[in-house]
């Protein structure tokens, strides 16, 4: 890999169904999940992706309507599952479903509580034989570089999709209007290159450039295809009935955030070493304060022992 990695309309009547999952640091919310009602005919598209990428104006512009909250400053918006249903635009019998998701890189929910949401989601409705038709990852091409968030959404994407569920996966890149063409010409090939091992597997690229038209060229490349039997986690955790932390998704976060904390680790160490003064207190506090955030998410990513023993004799 070359390095760096550069340093339709609908009039839907339908109203948005916002169903969300319980997130630690926010209010109780309902567990997200399908409606009851949901047909068997749906087409369920869930868009992934990290904060910024575009995710809810996507949903906004396919849909022509204000259905998600879109966020323009340093926080993220989309911190719960929000999934809304609309009229499909050539057949009325079938409608569109749009998932979206929160991505890695939320500012208040930690990345283990992500994890967390999106699985129950995914569990939920797999074991509702509720199938998906498939995946939009958004990826913000006026990015100047890939940064270590966004490297950390792709990754645990991927783990969480599995090379079986990678045939039914666009690759979009967004935000075409905040970059020169040759530049993004040039990060998208950059980016091929990176996202190799899903193209590999049958993904595809396209390029959202925040039309209405380009919104569903992405849709109706997915509806044209057959649904996804299932992505990885799904499998994982109602056929194999694995606990989440022993999910490809689960060990690969938890590597990563050790591999953050003794990263913080060295940093705290070197505040401490560097003076005494107010100013390094504080910093010095904030840096105990994200190690114990960080050692909190490793320790959601372990099975406890009364659990492993419970399933070893099928009481769960």
Known sequence: MPAPLYPHDTNSSFA???????????????????????????????????????????????????????????????????????????????????VDTPGFDDTYVSDADILKCIAEWLENSYRKDKRLSGIIYLYEISQK???????????????????????????????????????????????????????????????FSGTHESAWRIIDSITVRDRVNDVLIQRELVDLMKFLPETQAGITLRLTLSELLEAQKKVAQDIQNGGNDEYARQLNADAGDLLWKISSQIQQLNVPLSKRIQRMFGLL
């Open 145 to 207: 570089r890939m940064s270590g968030s966004s490297r950390k959404n792709y990754l645990m994407f991927g783990k969480l999709c599995g090379d079986e569920a990678a045939r039914n996966i666009v690759l979009a890149t967004s935000k075409w209007d905040m970059v020169k063409s040759d530049l993004g010409e040039d990060r998208e090939r950059q980016l091929a290159v990176f996202w190799q091992d899903l193209i590999h597997h049958g993904s595809r690229m396209a390029r």
């Open 16 to 98: 948005p169904s916002v169903i969300t999952s319980t997130i630690m640091g926010r209010p109780p919310k309902k567990r997200a999940s399908l409606k009851t009602d949901g047909l068997d005919t749906d087409i369920i598209i869930p868009i992934m992706g990290p904060t910024g990428a575009g995710k809810s104006s996507f949903i906004n512009i396919a849909t022509g309507q204000d259905l998600t909250r879109v966020g323009h400053g340093l926080e993220s918006c989309t911190a719960d599952i929000q999934v809304i249903p609309i009229p499909h635009p050539n057949d009325p019998t079938r409608r569109i479903v749009f």
